[in-house]
């Protein structure tokens, strides 16, 4: 069977696992592919995509900060896709790119299905409004949380996302400056790319947790750490990083590329137990 290529593109993206976790998909099916790690800025992005189907690319996923432009270049999408206004995988058929948005998918499987938790009737507040955010976001309501508040350093960029939900009753933007002010949630999402590289961090109140809240990081391995450690002190009863989502949305990706579904639960294992503090995040 010869390869075709598929690839993630990211800025950056260097380090990026999804290239470890495609070749362990693809070792379990018996299927064979090339997938690599493309760094494309957002200005090189479309000129990168032609180059790469021109060479054989059949299929990418794409990460930060590059969602919401590779939206913006497929001919069709999904539902999902469109409700989140952000795409993360896309497919090159019939001349023509389609997209797809697998975070919230890959995010509600992990927590619902490998850690056994139950999202549905709990308060929720979203931290973030970027590319993950919107896939994420469509994903929660739909999972059956009974409210969801986004908050964002960049206030228009929640209030866009708020407004593409389309459900006023139920989700609402608020300003990162009211967090002390809008009461505790059952479950809190950090969305934000502010710990990677050891960026700037932020404060968060206490008074948004109660003993039963989960707080969930879509990061994982160091840029998790500030997040969860808060959460921790605040007294969260869970607290979760996004390796496992990071694993499940890939696995949405490789079931729509190639017809079978890979068993995750295997390779998270491998994941987590090679690398107890992975350093990087998708
Ligand atoms: N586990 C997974 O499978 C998975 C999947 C997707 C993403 N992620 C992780 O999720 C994070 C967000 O990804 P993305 O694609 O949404 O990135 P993005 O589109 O670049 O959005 C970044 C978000 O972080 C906010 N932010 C950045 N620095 C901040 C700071 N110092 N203080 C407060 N907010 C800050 C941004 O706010 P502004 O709008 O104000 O700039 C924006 O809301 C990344 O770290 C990524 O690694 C994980």
């Not at 929720?124 to 969801?148: N, Q």
């Not at 350093?153 to 009211?178: F, N, V």
């Not at 990081?217 to 607290?239: K, Q, T, V």
Request: glycine share 12%; hydrophobic share 45%.
């Amino acid at each position: 069977m010869s390869s075709v290529r598929y690839a993630v593109f990211g800025h950056p993206v260097s380090h990026s696992l999804s290239p470890r976790i495609h070749a362990a998909f693809a070792r379990q099916t018996g299927v064979s592919l090339a997938y690599t790690a493309i760094d494309a800025a957002p200005h090189e992005f479309v000129g990168a995509l032609d180059r790469f189907v021109g060479e054989g690319g059949k299929g990418a996923n794409v990460t930060l900060p590059l969602k919401e432009a590779a939206f913006a270049i497929c001919a069709r999408t999904s539902e999902r896709a469109r409700r989140a206004g952000a795409v993360n995988t896309l497919s090159w058929n019939d001349g023509q790119w389609h997209g797809d948005n697998t975070d919230g998918a890959g995010l509600v499987r992990d927590l619902t299905g490998r850690n056994g938790l139950d999202l549905r009737g709990r308060r929720a507040l979203m931290l973030g409004a970027g590319g993950a955010a919107r896939g994420v976001a469509p994903a929660l309501l739909d999972a059956g949380v009974s409210e969801l508040i986004v908050v964002n350093r960049t206030p228009e960029r929640a209030d866009a996302l708020i407004d593409a939900m389309g459900e006023p009753e139920r989700a609402l933007s608020r300003y990162w400056q009211d967090l002390g002010e809008i009461g505790d949630f059952g479950l809190i999402v950090n969305a934000t790319s502010a710990a990677r590289g050891g960026g700037e961090d932020f404060d968060l109140p206490f008074t948004l947790t109660t003993p039963r809240t989960l707080a969930v990081d879509l990061n994982y391995g160091e840029a998790a750490i500030p997040f969860l450690a808060w959460a921790r002190a605040a007294g969260c009863r869970d607290a979760v990083d996004g390796l496992g989502m990071l694993v499940e949305q890939a696995a949405e990706a490789f079931e729509a590329w190639h017809g079978a579904r890979p068993d995750s639960d295997a390779v998270y294992a491998a994941l987590r137990g090679k690398d107890a503090l992975l350093v990087t995040a998708d």
